[in-house]
């Protein structure tokens, strides 16, 4: 079966640290990977996305992904955290074969401590 | 300004009442989908449509229909909504495969 997995419900930074997502899929042949942010009482905005081609991805607000297909991996990555970047994070993949049908991850919580 | 929009934002109901939730594009977008918002389960997919009247099952279809009779619309019907249909709701629209969700700011539907 074709998944998604955000293995940590929950992520802790100091602000200024760097801050890394995690997410790992499982899908069969070449992936479609998204991240997308929820703040408070918003819908899901779009971050970044890889389709093909260079493994490290940058999308808004300085985040970033690195693609690895080895160990099928797409972790989300920031080198400086903000308070500002606390917020529900969730990976997705977009299901071989289906144009529209996206899984997404149970989400984890980044924490931003000042 | 680019966005989706559903309506209502909140709404409270009770068991067996038919109601719809409307959303709606501006971005002549192809592809829509429903998905429900669950603590702990992430964003599962109910209903989604790559064109107008071409719809197919999610994840989560049982007790939902849906509609594509114009390009830019896409309710979601609950014929007899039921306590475990509780949720919190997110209509999205994306112009293409290789494309990101632009998601609308959600409908949270208490059904007592």
């Known amino acids: 079966a074709q998944s998604v997995a955000q293995p940590e419900d929950q992520v802790n930074v100091a602000e200024g640290n760097p801050l890394t997502v995690k997410c790992t899929y499982s899908?069969?042949?070449?992936?479609?990977l998204f991240w997308y942010v929820q703040y408070p009482n918003r819908g899901l905005q779009f971050l970044l996305k890889?389709?093909?081609?260079?493994?490290l991805v940058k999308g808004s607000y300085g985040f970033e992904a690195e693609f690895n297909k080895s160990q099928t991996s797409f972790h989300l990555k920031k080198p400086s955290a903000l308070v500002s970047d606390s917020a529900l994070y969730f990976c997705?993949?977009?299901?071989?074969?289906?144009?529209?049908?996206?899984?997404f991850g149970s989400g984890t919580r980044l924490s931003i401590r000042p | 300004e680019a966005q989706v929009t559903q309506n209502p934002r909140y709404l409270i109901t009770v068991t067996g009442k038919k109601l719809t939730v409307t959303c709606s594009q501006n971005?002549?977008?192809?592809?829509m989908s429903w998905y429900r918002q669950d603590p702990g389960l992430g964003l599962r997919q109910i209903y989604y449509?790559?064109?107008?009247?071409?719809?197919d099952k999610g994840d989560v279809p049982e007790g939902y229909k849906v509609s594509r009779k114009e390009k830019r619309n896409f309710p979601l019907i609950l014929e007899s909504p039921s306590p475990n249909q509780t949720s919190l709701y997110f209509c999205?629209?994306?112009?293409?495969?290789?494309?990101?969700?632009?998601f609308g700011s959600g409908t949270r539907l208490t059904v007592v």
């Open positions: 890889y389709i093909t081609g260079d493994n």
């Open positions: 999205a629209s994306s112009q293409g495969t290789g494309y990101g969700y632009t």
């Open positions: 971005m002549n977008h192809e592809y």
């Open positions: 449509s790559m064109n107008v009247e071409v719809t």
């Open positions: 899908v069969s042949g070449n992936p479609y």
């Open positions: 997705a993949v977009r299901v071989l074969g289906s144009a529209s049908k996206i899984i």
